[in-house]
């Protein structure tokens, strides 16, 4: 039978109009609400029930289906993180000697640079001696303005199509207790802790500096 056409034997619609249409003004009417609360309790279980064995088959099948899927893409993702490692450490790798060679091209490039004032001021002592100071103070302000190139060395990895990369900077707590202690003298931080008030409440915590344990109003049916 189609899913569409699969519908609980109630009256909803009769349901509907009994429920808005209930006063709770005094204990008789109470008394016949919690009734109709419990009789509602009935009829919601009724639907579970009739559902229940098309969920039952169908969660059979989907569990099924899912892990023979699973099955296949795993292996996939094993071979992809298998690739993608390798990928990563020819990118570090190229990285490495990028950094290097752009240290030793930096390093020479100072060095040249250093040359050159070196030999800009040794030229302005010269003239300097002579008495030509006019050149002297020619050749200090050109020693002065004398500074190596930045030197940028482009990376070797090649761009890939439909590939892209990019660091992701994450985090993990080592200490705990510095953490909290960090947590508690600054309040932009402590937006970050999480608190699990119901997992306290049930190993029995009733006081706690900085939280309020209350009681909340549950009302609840049992369908007999």
């Known amino acids: 039978m189609e899913l569409q056409l699969q519908k609980p034997e109630i009256d909803f619609d009769s349901i509907k109009a009994r429920v808005e249409s209930f006063l709770v003004e005094n204990s008789n009417q109470y008394l016949l609400a919690s009734n109709e609360l419990i009789a509602l309790k009935r009829h ?6 009739h559902f229940a064995e098309m969920k039952s088959a169908a969660h059979t099948a989907w569990k099924t289906i899912v892990a023979r899927e699973k099955s296949f893409t795993d292996k996939i993702d094993f071979f ?3 690739l993608k490692r390798k990928m990563i450490e020819f990118q570090s790798e190229q990285e490495r000697q990028r950094r290097e060679q752009q240290a030793r091209l930096q390093a020479e490039a100072d060095a040249k ?7 800009l001021e040794r030229n302005a002592k010269d003239n300097a001696k002579r008495g030509n100071e006019l050149n002297a103070e020619m050749y200090r302000e050109a020693a002065a303005n004398v500074s190596a190139p930045i030197v940028a060395v482009a990376s070797t990895v090649p761009k890939a199509a439909g590939i892209s990369a990019k660091k992701v900077l994450k985090a993990k707590i080592t200490n705990m207790s510095a953490f909290i202690q960090a947590a508690a003298a600054n309040q932009n931080l402590a937006q970050f802790v999480s608190v699990d008030c119901v997992g306290m409440v049930r190993q029995g915590w009733r006081e706690c500096p ?5 009681e909340e109003e549950i009302l609840s049916a049992r369908a007999s």
């Open 210 to 214: 900085g939280m309020e344990f209350y």
């Open 44 to 49: 919601r279980n009724a639907i579970v029930a």
């Open 113 to 119: 640079a250093a040359a050159e004032r070196k030999r």
């Open 80 to 82: 992809e993180s298998l």
